[in-house]
T-cell receptor
Framework: SQQGEEDPQALSIQEGENATMNCSYK?????LQWYRQNSGRGLVHLIL?????REKHSGRLRVTLDTSKKSSSLLITASRAADTASYFC?????????????FGKGNQVVVIP | EAQVTQNPRYLITVTGKKLTVTCSQN?????MSWYRQDPGLGLRQIYY???????DKGDVPEGYKVSRKEKRNFPLILESPSPNQTSLYFC??????????FGPGTRLTVL
């Protein structure tokens, strides 16, 4: 199955700065999702963007999707120490009902207070 | 509280000793999945289920079994665990196949 790939794989920033992560994928998708994982815990859904959407916002999160380039970006504005986590993109290939999300390897973000 | 629960949270076992990791969700979700997470490999889907009695293989099903006899439960069975199944396991559920709700994880060590 296809798999998203996050870039950069590790990011270290100062509190208050913006953090940007990218995700590339290989085949067509129905939607793309971003998840956060704190140190060995379960993943938490952040935001979902559908293939016919270009940009979506949720609080301090902004996600863009470029289906022509098969890429997405996640922007976290005004980062906080609590944003320290791993961030994963996951692609849904679009065959409705088969629930075959494919996750990337993750992006480790460290926000320094 | 809406949640996905897994038990046990930690397990150390020996090669060949059958084990079951339970997963339960209280959101009446149709879809449930099992994933394993390994360093450098991200999350990989083991099995998924679209409804009661409907299951299918994910990307890494070898060595695992699942069943879905009730909507809320989706146990993962390792009939004969081996050291290469040492991993962090997550169960997840979803109503419409989109947003996944993850359990807290089960850290399994097979000696």
């Amino acid at each position: 199955s296809q798999q998203g790939e996050e870039d950069p794989q590790a990011l270290s920033i100062q509190e208050g700065e913006n953090a940007t992560m990218n995700c590339s994928y290989k085949t067509s998708i129905n939607n793309l999702q971003w998840y956060r994982q704190n140190s060995g815990r379960g993943l938490v859904h952040l935001i979902l963007i559908r293939s016919n959407e270009r940009e979506k916002h949720s609080g301090r999160l902004r996600v863009t999707l470029d289906t022509s380039k098969k890429s997405s970006s996640l922007l976290i504005t005004a980062s906080r120490a609590a944003d320290t986590a791993s961030y994963f993109c996951a692609t849904d290939p679009g065959a409705y009902g088969n629930n075959r999300l494919a996750f990337g390897k993750g992006n480790q973000v460290v926000v320094i207070p | 509280e809406a949640q996905v629960t897994q038990n046990p949270r930690y397990l150390i076992t020996v090669t060949g000793k059958k084990l079951t990791v339970t997963c339960s969700q209280n959101m009446n979700h149709e879809y449930m999945s099992w994933y394993r997470q390994d360093p450098g490999l991200g999350l990989r889907q083991i099995y998924y289920s679209m409804n009661v009695e409907v299951t299918d293989k994910g990307d890494v099903p070898e060595g695992y079994k699942v069943s879905r006899k009730e909507k809320r439960n989706f146990p993962l069975i390792l009939e004969s665990p081996s050291p290469n199944q040492t991993s962090l396991y997550f169960c997840a559920s979803s109503q419409n196949g989109d947003t996944q709700y993850f359990g807290p994880g089960t850290r399994l060590t097979v000696l």
